[in-house]
Each structure stands twice: as C-alpha cells, then as structure tokens.
C-alpha cells in the first residue's frame, strides 16, 4: 500500500489486463476502527501493511461491480460489509448495513448516491469535506485528466442529465462534482479539470490524475 495525501489514507492496486486499467482500494485508518472501500485483492505485501496499520472492521462497496476481493477480505478480517441501499434487491453479498444519500456511517464521511450511473444507487463518498471517493461514475484512465463515465455504460443517460444537468453542457456536470465535494468557493475542489461524457469535452486548465480527489494542486479520482 502506498500513502496519499493524507496521513491516514492508504491505497493499493490490481492491473486488469483485459481493460489495461488499474482497480484500486482505499484504506481510511480511523479509530474506531479502518474502513476499506472497494478492496481488489491484497498482495502478500499488502496484507502485511494492512495488519500493522489495524487490520479493518468495516468494508464500504460504492457499487455491485466493486464487490472485488470483499468477501474474503472480511473472512480474514471480520469487517462487516456496507452496500449501496440502491442495489439492495440484487446485490450479489449480504451487507450488515445499506447506505443512502446523507448517510453517515461513521464520523466525517458522508454518502451520496450518484443517480442513472453504471449501477442503480451507485456511491460516492465524501471524507472530512476534503476528499471525495468514486465508484465508476468518476474516473482518471490518463494522467491530467478527470473524465466521467462514458455515455454508453450509464444505466440511465436521462436520469443523470435530470440530476447533473445534460452531459454535453459539461460545467453543470462540474458544479455537481463540487455539490458532491463542496469546498468554499475560494478553494475549488479541481484547480481544474476536463470532462468528458457523450463524446463532448470541456477543459478546464491543466488538471492531473491522483487517487481520490482532493482541493489543492494535486486533485483527481479514484476510478476502480
């Protein structure tokens, strides 16, 4: 696992050949206990840190398709697990609780649902009003440059463009992202950002890839 730009968040990878994309899990180490968040399998490695940083009791899945390497996560663990309450009727493991938009499930980290994604309920989270986590509606595939979910794997293109604004008029995609990450005006979220949804794109400045997305210079998202 490597730090990110905070001390008490960690990530680590799995390279999926197939789509040549990185899918990643997030560690927030709290006490009370850590919280992962969308966990692929964990190396030898990355077993090893994830014992000397307190091992996890809670596992937070933003959507069906990220249920990953959870289930044996928890066997080894004990974490409970916390699903999108959106996929509750087909969600593919048994969750000890199901998160809606406003939830807090514990101290500082706030649920929204991302309507008409990839997914019905789909997730976001929003740490400490600082970092904003992603599912699959928010994604980084290339250095410099946040885009969201392509137009043809969204489940529901009109809902979105009812919640977020139509995908083509990009910056009132962009104001939903700093609804969904809401930092004072004088500190944006992205010191910039591209978007990209239906083949449209707007630019934004220079913006880069990071893990989750964060105010400041070094902004993005975690994509998988």
Same mark, same amino acid.
């Given at each position: ?23 990643? #899990? ?27 940083? #307190? ?26 697990? +916390? ?25 500082? +980290? ?24 992603? #599912? ?11 885009? +969201? ?66 105010? #400041? ?8």
């Amino acid at each position: 696992m490597k730090q990110l730009h905070r001390p008490d968040l960690f990530t680590w990878s799995r390279y999926d050949e197939p789509l040549r994309i990185d899918f990643n #899990g997030i560690l927030w180490q709290r006490e009370g206990g850590n919280v992962l968040v969308d966990p692929p399998p964990l190396a030898d490695h990355d077993v090893r840190h994830l014992e000397a940083l #307190g091992g996890a009791t809670s596992i937070v899945l933003t959507t069906s398709d990220h249920v990953r390497a959870a289930r044996d996560i928890s066997a080894r663990t004990g974490a409970q697990l +916390l699903g999108p309450a959106g996929e509750r009727s087909t969600f593919p493991v048994a969750c000890a609780a199901w998160l809606s938009d406003g939830d807090e499930p514990f101290p500082g +980290l706030r649920v929204r649902e991302l309507a008409g994604s990839k997914t019905d309920g789909e997730l976001a989270l929003v740490l400490e009003e600082t970092t904003a986590i992603f #599912g699959d509606a928010v994604r980084a595939h290339h250095a410099g440059a946040l885009m +969201l979910l392509p137009r043809q794997k969204l489940r529901d293109p009109a809902r979105i463009q009812r919640r977020w604004g139509a995908p083509r008029r990009a910056p009132r995609v962009l104001a939903r992202l700093r609804e969904l990450n809401p930092f004072p005006p004088a500190r944006p979220p992205f010191r910039s950002i591209t978007a990209r949804a239906g083949g449209a794109r707007t630019r934004r400045g220079s913006p880069r890839r990071s893990s989750p997305c964060r105010r #400041g210079p070094a902004s993005g998202a975690r994509c998988r």
